[in-house]
């Protein structure tokens, strides 16, 4: 099984990015697929994730700001990020795991891990 991200880049506070995520091997599209980020010194937190039948999830320091999206027949996940503020910096992981309702939210309840992709928001 393999995730690899994309779309990480550098932008100005305020600006807009879209991270994608393709996977390979057994990501089935029932899947719980989530987004996680790490700023340097911080813990891994959980930003948004989505469940076996599209249900999402925000964590509260991104709700109306970022959207999370699947491609199922792809299998291939999104995050829209509007709105960027410095405090949004960090290295962004695409995860999965093999719970149809995503009823875990740490790190350690997902099986599968992208090698991450790196977000700069400058003020």
């Known amino acids: 099984v393999q995730l690899v991200e994309s779309g990480g880049g550098s932008v100005q506070g305020g600006g807009s990015l879209t991270l994608s995520c393709a996977s390979s091997g057994f990501i089935f599209s029932t899947d719980c697929m989530g987004w996680f980020r790490q700023a340097p010194g911080k813990k891994r937190e959980g930003v948004a994730r989505i469940d076996g039948d599209g249900s999402t999830t925000y964590a509260d320091s991104v709700k109306g700001r970022f959207t999370i999206s699947k491609d199922t027949a792809k299998i291939t996940l999104y995050l829209q990020m509007n709105s960027l503020k410095p405090e949004d910096t960090a290295m962004y992981y695409c995860?999965?795991?093999?719970?149809?309702?995503?009823?875990?939210?740490?790190?350690?309840?997902?099986?599968?891990w992208g090698q991450g992709t790196q977000v700069s928001v400058s003020s």
């Open positions: 995860a999965a795991a093999r719970d149809y309702y995503c009823r875990g939210k740490e790190p350690a309840d997902y099986n599968y």
